[in-house]
């Protein structure tokens, strides 16, 4: 379950460096307009605070890749405690996404899912 565990949170950590990507490198252009659905104008506007929350996704995805190579080379404690602290982190995100936008479902979904399923089964893998 640890296996499982550290896969799920890893590909967890590979959607947040995308959502870097596109919060802090790409957020005007028309495709990453598209997927969050702002104008011109309004990616423009709030183009600085893009750049900051991606880094705060990037920051949630080397905890967690750090956590899962300190995991691999045997340092389990540590590693499981940088895993669940950066995906705990990303699982929180995704529910105040959800609960602070109607039309943000998809995106909590895609935001949430991997890394709450990687910490519940780190979670029992830790515990046998």
């Known amino acids: 379950m640890i296996a499982i565990g550290l896969t799920l949170t890893g590909l967890a950590a590979l959607i947040h460096v995308g ?19 702002t104008s011109e104008e309004s990616a423009r506007a709030t183009k ?30 540590v590693g499981a405690t940088l895993v669940f602290v950066g995906a705990g982190s990303m699982v929180a995100a995704a529910l105040v996404l959800l609960c602070s936008s109607k039309g943000a479902g998809i995106a909590a979904l895609v935001q949430g899912l991997l890394p709450a399923f990687g910490i519940i089964a780190l979670a029992i893998g830790v515990g046998q």
């Open 19 to 37: 959502i870097f990507f596109m919060e802090s490198l790409a957020w005007e252009s028309p495709r990453v307009r598209r997927i969050f659905g």
């Open 48 to 77: 600085l605070l893009a750049f900051n929350q991606g880094f705060y996704n990037l920051f949630l995805a080397v905890a967690v890749v750090v956590g899962i190579v300190l995991s691999i080379i045997g340092h389990q404690a």
